[in-house]
C-alpha cells in the first residue's frame, strides 16, 4: 500500500466515467494532489484520476489548507499534455468551466456561476470549487506532467473565511446529489473542454470563462508575493494572464496572484 492511503471505498459506489481516465479510488489520503504526484513520479500514465473520500492534509493555493470533510469532492488528474510548461496553466480555466458546466447540469437555474481569476468557482458569490495546479518540467526544458487538482464543496464549507465560501447543496443544488454524482458530470464535461482546448487552443476556454467572469470593471487588488497592486480588471489575454487597468491609464499583465475585491 502506498504511504498516506487506506482502502479504497465498496465497488457499489464506483464512479462511471469515460475511459479516457483511469480511476484510482480512495477512501482517505493525506491530498489527492499529494497522491497524483507520487505516482505521476512513478510513471503514471495520462489520465490517471485520483479521488479520495477525504483529505488528511488538503492543500489550497498560496500554502493555504482546504478544509476536506466527507461529503465533498476531492480529486486531482495526472496530465502531460504535449504542450509548453506556460501553456499548461491554461488547463486551470478548462477545469474551471468545466466545474462550472458540471454544476450547470445538476443545481437550480437560479443558481449563478461566476469564475474568479485564476480559477475559482462561485455560486451566489461565494467559492465553491477550487483549483490547485502542480507541475514538473523535464530536463528538456517541456512538461513532464500536471497534477490537476479540484475540490468542490458539495455538502458543506468552511465558515468565517475570507473570501466566504458556499456549498452546492447550501446553494439549493437536489439533496441527493453527492459527491459520486459530480465527480461524474465533472469528467464528461472536463473531457469535453479538453479536447475543445487540444483542437481549438484556448480562444474557446477564453470566451466561456469571460462569459461567466467575476468583476470585468471592476476595481480589485491583487496579491502579489511582494507587492498588491490595485486596479481595474480589464480583460483575461490570450494566454489566461490577468490584465489589469492602472491609474496612470496604462496595463499590466499578471500571469499569477491572488484577486481581492475591495468591500
Ligand atoms: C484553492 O482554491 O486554493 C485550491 C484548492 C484545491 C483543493 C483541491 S482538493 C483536491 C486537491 N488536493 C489538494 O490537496 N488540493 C486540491
Redesign the pocket.
Known amino acids: 500500500m502506498i504511504p498516506g492511503v487506506s482502502a479504497t471505498p465498496p465497488e457499489p459506489d464506483r464512479p462511471h466515467l469515460p475511459p479516457a481516465y483511469r480511476l484510482v479510488a480512495l477512501d482517505a489520503v493525506d ?3 499529494e497522491e497524483a504526484k507520487r505516482q505521476a513520479r512513478d510513471g503514471a500514465e495520462d489520465g490517471t484520476l485520483i479521488w479520495a473520500r477525504e ?1 488528511t492534509q ?4 498560496g500554502g ?1 489548507s ?1 478544509e ?1 470533510p466527507r461529503g465533498n469532492l ?3 488528474l495526472v496530465l502531460r499534455p504535449d504542450c509548453a510548461p506556460n501553456e499548461a496553466a491554461q488547463l486551470g480555466f478548462v477545469a474551471a468551466v468545466a466545474t462550472g458546466d458540471a454544476v450547470g447540469s445538476v443545481a437550480p437555474p437560479m443558481i449563478e456561476i461566476r469564475y474568479k481569476w485564476p480559477n ?1 468557482v462561485l455560486l451566489n458569490d461565494r467559492k465553491a470549487a ?3 495546479l502542480e507541475s514538473q518540467i523535464a530536463p528538456s526544458g517541456g512538461l513532464d506532467w500536471l497534477v490537476l ?3 468542490v464543496n458539495i455538502r458543506s464549507f468552511p465558515r468565517d473565511i475570507e473570501p466566504p465560501a458556499t456549498s452546492l447543496q447550501f446553494e439549493g443544488a437536489p439533496a441527493d446529489l453527492d459527491e459520486v454524482a459530480f465527480l461524474e458530470a465533472f469528467c464528461r464535461h472536463f473531457l469535453t473542454w479538453t479536447n475543445r482546448w487540444l483542437d481549438d487552443g484556448f480562444a474557446p476556454i477564453r470566451k466561456a470563462w469571460l462569459l461567466h467572469a467575476k468583476g470585468i470593471g471592476e476595481q480589485i487588488e491583487v496579491r502579489l508575493p511582494k507587492e498588491r497592486p490595485t486596479g481595474e480588471l480589464r480583460d483575461l489575454d490570450e494566454t489566461g494572464a490577468l490584465i489589469l487597468g492602472m491609474a496612470d491609464g496604462t496595463t499590466r499583465k499578471i500571469a499569477a496572484g491572488d484577486v481581492y475585491f475591495p468591500v
Open positions: 491530498s489527492t494532489n483529505q488538503g492543500r489550497g493555493r493555504r482546504w476536506s476531492f480529486l486531482s475559482d477550487g483549483i490547485l487538482g479540484v475540490g
